[in-house]
C-alpha cells in the first residue's frame, strides 16, 4: 500500500465536479463522481480491525509512545466503526475496474486527514444517492496520532471495505476535444503535481506521458470528530506509441514554419500555446506551461503532440504522423541552416 504523498499526486475536487483524468495517450478524459460513492466495509473486516486495533492500544499504552487524548479519540473511532460504516450488501453487483487506465484503488479511514489534506477538504457524505452496485477496494485503518498505529486489511472481499456507487458505469469515459489546450495551462496536475480543480494528467515533468499515475483524494468525513475516509487510486498508461515529446524551446520558429509548409493551419492559440489543423489531422505545440513548483520546476519544456491523425485517435497512428512531422522539419532544418 502506498502511503506518504505528502504534497505530490494529490487533488481535491471543487464540490459538485467529478474527478477527471485526462488521458493523453487516448486523448480522452476519466471522469469519477465520487460525491455520489459511498464507503462499506464487511462485518469480518469490522472484527478484524477492532480486535487489532485494541490490541495496538494496549501496546501503545503499556509504551507510554502515545498521548492519552489522541488515545482516546483512536478507541472511540475504532467502536465507533460499524455504526460509521455502511455494512457490504448482499444485493448489489459486484463491479471490476473498467478497462482503461484506471488499475487500483484502496481506501484508509483515520482519525485525521492524511498526506497533506485539512479538514475542510473532507464533505460529509452526500445524503439520499441509490447504491445500485459494489466495487471491491483494498484499504487500512490508519491511526498516525496513536503512534502510527495502522491496521491494514489484506484478506478477500469478505474481508475489506467496498466503494457502493450509484450505478454500473462508475468510469466515465469523454473524448478531449480536439480544437483546445487540454486543461494543464492553469495548474501542473501531472505526476508528481497536485491540483485544487479536481483533475490529473498522465504527463511528466520532462514533458513525456506518465506511465504510472498514484493520486489521493480526500472521499468523505465519516463523523464530526475524528474520522475521515481517503481514497487512492492508480492510473497506468501502457506506453505502445509515442503521441507527445518535447521540444527544445529554440526551435519554436523552426517547428511552427515547418508546420505552415507541411498545410497545417493554426486555428486557435492559447497565450503561447497553438493548435493546428490539416484536415482531419490535429496537432498541439505548446509552449507556455506551469511545471511542479513542489519540484523547482517553473515550467515544463516544450511539447509537440498528435490529437488526432487521419480522422483518428489511435495512438499508432498518431505516433506515426507525429513521427513524420518531426522528420520534415529537422528536413527544413538541415536544409536551411536554422
Same mark, same amino acid.
Given at each position: 500500500?502506498?502511503?506518504?504523498?505528502?504534497? +505530490?499526486?494529490?487533488?481535491?475536487? /471543487?464540490?459538485?465536479?467529478?474527478?477527471?483524468?485526462?488521458?493523453?495517450?487516448?486523448?480522452?478524459?476519466?471522469?469519477?463522481?465520487?460525491?455520489?460513492?459511498?464507503?462499506?466495509?464487511?462485518?469480518?473486516?469490522?472484527?478484524?480491525? #477492532?480486535?487489532?486495533?485494541?490490541?495496538?492500544?494496549?501496546?501503545?499504552?503499556?509504551?507510554?509512545?502515545?498521548?492519552?487524548?489522541?488515545?482516546?479519540?483512536?478507541?472511540?473511532?475504532?467502536?465507533?466503526?460499524?455504526?460509521?460504516?455502511?455494512?457490504?450488501?448482499?444485493?448489489?453487483?459486484?463491479?471490476?475496474?473498467?478497462?482503461?487506465?484506471? +488499475?487500483?484503488?484502496?481506501?484508509?479511514?483515520?482519525?485525521?486527514?492524511?498526506?497533506?489534506?485539512?479538514?475542510?477538504?473532507? =464533505?460529509?457524505?452526500?445524503?439520499?444517492?441509490?447504491?445500485?452496485?459494489?466495487?471491491?477496494?483494498?484499504?487500512?485503518?490508519?491511526?498516525?496520532?496513536?503512534?502510527?498505529?495502522?491496521?491494514?486489511?489484506?484478506?478477500?472481499?469478505?474481508?475489506?471495505?467496498?466503494?457502493?456507487?450509484?450505478?454500473?458505469?462508475?468510469?466515465?469515459? !469523454? /473524448?478531449?476535444?480536439?480544437?483546445?489546450?487540454?486543461?494543464?495551462?492553469?495548474? !501542473?496536475?501531472?505526476?508528481?503535481?497536485?491540483?485544487?480543480?479536481?483533475?490529473?494528467?498522465?504527463?511528466?515533468?520532462?514533458?513525456?506521458?506518465?506511465?504510472?499515475?498514484? #493520486? +489521493?483524494?480526500?472521499?468523505?468525513?465519516?463523523?464530526?470528530?475524528?474520522?475521515?475516509?481517503?481514497?487512492?487510486?492508480?492510473?497506468?498508461?501502457?506506453?505502445?506509441?509515442?503521441?507527445?515529446?518535447?521540444?527544445?524551446?529554440?526551435?519554436?520558429?523552426?517547428?511552427?514554419? +515547418?508546420?505552415?509548409?507541411?498545410?497545417?493551419?493554426?486555428? =486557435?492559440?492559447?497565450?503561447?500555446?497553438?493548435?493546428?489543423?490539416?484536415?482531419?489531422?490535429?496537432?498541439?505545440?505548446?509552449?507556455?506551461?506551469?511545471?511542479?513548483?513542489?519540484? @523547482?520546476?517553473?515550467?515544463?519544456?516544450?511539447?509537440?503532440?498528435?490529437?488526432?491523425?487521419? @480522422?483518428?485517435?489511435?495512438?499508432?497512428?498518431?505516433?506515426?504522423?507525429?513521427?513524420?512531422?518531426?522528420?520534415?522539419?529537422?528536413?527544413?532544418?538541415?536544409?536551411?541552416?536554422?
Amino acid at each position: 500500500m502506498t502511503t506518504g504523498f505528502g504534497t +505530490s499526486n494529490i487533488c481535491w475536487v /471543487p464540490e459538485g465536479q467529478c474527478f477527471r483524468f485526462i488521458d493523453l495517450l487516448r486523448w480522452t478524459e476519466w471522469r469519477l463522481d465520487l460525491e455520489r460513492w459511498q464507503l462499506a466495509i464487511a462485518p469480518r473486516a469490522v472484527e478484524h480491525l #477492532v480486535n487489532t486495533a485494541r490490541h495496538g492500544f494496549n501496546e501503545i499504552r503499556k509504551r507510554g509512545s502515545g498521548p492519552a487524548e489522541a488515545l482516546d479519540r483512536g478507541e472511540h473511532l475504532v467502536e465507533s466503526l460499524e455504526s460509521l460504516i455502511t455494512p457490504t450488501p448482499d444485493d448489489l453487483a459486484d463491479l471490476h475496474l473498467p478497462t482503461g487506465p484506471l +488499475s487500483a484503488l484502496w481506501v484508509r479511514v483515520s482519525d485525521v486527514p492524511l498526506e497533506s489534506f485539512f479538514d475542510e477538504d473532507y =464533505r460529509p457524505i452526500t445524503e439520499g444517492v441509490e447504491s445500485h452496485a459494489c466495487l471491491p477496494a483494498i484499504g487500512a485503518l490508519s491511526l498516525p496520532e496513536c503512534d502510527e498505529l495502522e491496521v491494514p486489511l489484506v484478506g478477500g472481499v469478505e474481508e475489506n471495505f467496498s466503494v457502493l456507487t450509484p450505478g454500473y458505469d462508475f468510469v466515465a469515459e !469523454y /473524448p478531449l476535444p480536439l480544437d483546445q489546450i487540454p486543461p494543464i495551462l492553469d495548474e !501542473y496536475c501531472g505526476l508528481q503535481g497536485n491540483s485544487n480543480q479536481g483533475k490529473m494528467v498522465n504527463l511528466t515533468c520532462e514533458g513525456r506521458i506518465a506511465g504510472e499515475n498514484p #493520486v +489521493s483524494l480526500p472521499l468523505h468525513r465519516l463523523d464530526e470528530r475524528a474520522a475521515f475516509a481517503t481514497l487512492y487510486l492508480h492510473f497506468s498508461t501502457a506506453s505502445d506509441a509515442t503521441v507527445l515529446l518535447p521540444l527544445q524551446r529554440g526551435h519554436r520558429r523552426r517547428v511552427e514554419a +515547418s508546420l505552415s509548409e507541411q498545410g497545417f493551419e493554426c486555428v =486557435r492559440c492559447e497565450g503561447e500555446n497553438r493548435v493546428w489543423r490539416r484536415g482531419q489531422d490535429w496537432v498541439h505545440t505548446i509552449w507556455d506551461a506551469p511545471g511542479p513548483e513542489c519540484e @523547482g520546476i517553473a515550467s515544463l519544456p516544450p511539447m509537440i503532440a498528435v490529437a488526432q491523425a487521419e @480522422g483518428s485517435r489511435e495512438p499508432a497512428l498518431r505516433e506515426s504522423l507525429l513521427a513524420a512531422i518531426l522528420r520534415t522539419a529537422q528536413g527544413r532544418t538541415a536544409g536551411t541552416g536554422d
